[in-house]
């Protein structure tokens, strides 16, 4: 999803002039604490931001950041609230080193997850830039701290398929734990549709239980691209998957989701939760990257320009579900 990153950090000095058009220091998407969404939650870039809640503290991680000369692959911020008050863990960076199997020394970390085992501990999935390929593939890496830091369990990538695997997303279900993933680079010139996929794992979230179900597949429609997927249960019954579709430097990036009576489908296409617009003064461009605290509460990220320009920030909304609909609650 951000094969762009490392653009970030080149952008802020090579287009050191605003447009006019943006002279004023306020961001396309400024929310207020009555708002619903609410944001941006953090003033710097927050992409494909990951959220878990521990006794009342909720933690958040994202896509990597680049400061100067210094990589930080997992950048981690914390709140005792979920729309105030967030601060970023100063100079944390929960994951040091991205493992034998990345590329050094800039792994080029995507849409880190955190998840909290039966035990206690924790592990961390995230996508990284396989050496040989090029292509980015999914691992993971284990700590009995949430913020790390963590090490990889293993000198190989948990899922490294041919066409790369990225934004992983642990999901437990009455005890179970799956991990589900998208596979397959819609931003080659290749038309092969982007899978999101499933894979059930023991309890240490490592090991592999029986195969990977597909759950859905992009469509043309969709703009060839389906990749950033969450689960939640849906309070009335069966599943919701959240999605994103289309790529992430356009404004036709979009919070969709699918419902599902049974945890491997077949799931519905239902259409978009969250697009570029308007919703209750507040102004969304390109949202994308959702993750849950619980089925009420998502976090997400959105442009803070009115386009893309590679700086995306962290919001919050709370929805609500009427059989399979999912809306912003009013
Ligand atoms: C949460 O609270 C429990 C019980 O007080 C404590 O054992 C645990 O360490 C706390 N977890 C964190 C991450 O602070
Ligand atoms: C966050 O703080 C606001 C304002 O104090 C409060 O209304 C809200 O309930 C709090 N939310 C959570 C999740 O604690
Ligand atoms: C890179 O990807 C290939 C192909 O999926 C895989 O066989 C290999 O284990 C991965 N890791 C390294 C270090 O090449
Ligand atoms: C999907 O891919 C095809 C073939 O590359 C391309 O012609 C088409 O414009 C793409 N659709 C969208 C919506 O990007
Ligand atoms: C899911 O869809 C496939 C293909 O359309 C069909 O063969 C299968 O019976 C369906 N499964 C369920 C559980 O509805
Ligand atoms: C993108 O736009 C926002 C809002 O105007 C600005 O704060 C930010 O610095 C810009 N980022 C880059 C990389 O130009």
Redesign the pocket.
């Given at each position: 999803m951000l094969s762009y990153a490392i653009c970030f950090v080149l952008l802020p000095f090579a287009f050191g002039h605003p447009q006019q058009a943006q002279a004023t220091a306020t961001v396309c998407s400024d929310g207020t604490?009555d708002t619903n969404p609410t944001g941006p939650l953090l003033e710097e870039s927050w992409a494909d931001p990951c959220i878990i809640k521990l006794n009342d503290t909720h933690y958040s991680f994202a896509t990597n950041h680049y400061r100067g000369e210094k990589t930080i692959n997992v950048p981690g911020a914390s709140s005792p609230?979920?729309?105030?008050n967030w601060h970023v863990i100063d100079q944390l960076d929960a994951l040091p080193f991205a493992g034998h199997w990345t590329t050094q020394p800039d792994a080029h970390v995507w849409a880190p997850d955190v998840n909290q085992l039966d035990d206690g501990s924790f592990v961390l999935y995230y996508a990284a830039e396989n050496a040989t390929t090029k292509v980015h593939c999914v691992g993971a890496a284990t700590s009995s701290s949430v913020t790390g830091p963590y090490t990889p369990n293993s000198p190989l990538p948990l899922i490294c398929p041919d066409d790369g695997a990225i934004d992983p997303d642990g999901f437990t279900h009455e005890g179970t734990r799956y991990l589900v993933y998208k596979q397959g680079h819609a931003h080659s010139d290749k038309n092969d549709p982007t899978r999101i996929m499933l894979q059930q794992t023991e309890a240490d979230g490592l090991t592999f239980v029986g195969s990977p179900t597909e759950l859905i597949h992009s469509t043309i429609i969709g703009g060839n691209d389906t990749e950033s997927p969450a689960l939640v249960e849906n309070p009335n019954g069966g599943f919701v998957l959240y999605y994103v579709n289309n790529n992430f430097h356009q404004t036709a990036y979009s919070i969709e989701y699918a419902t599902a009576g049974t945890l491997t489908g077949n799931y519905t296409k239902q259409g978009a939760l969250l697009h570029t617009g308007q919703y209750d003064g507040v102004h969304l461009s390109g949202p994308g990257g959702a993750d849950f605290v619980n089925p009420d509460h998502m976090i997400f990220m959105s442009n803070a320009a009115c386009e893309f320009n590679g700086t995306r920030l962290m919001h919050a909304a709370v929805l609500q579900y009427q059989g399979t609909t999912v809306t912003l609650r009013s």
């Open positions: 604490a609230n979920l729309t105030h």
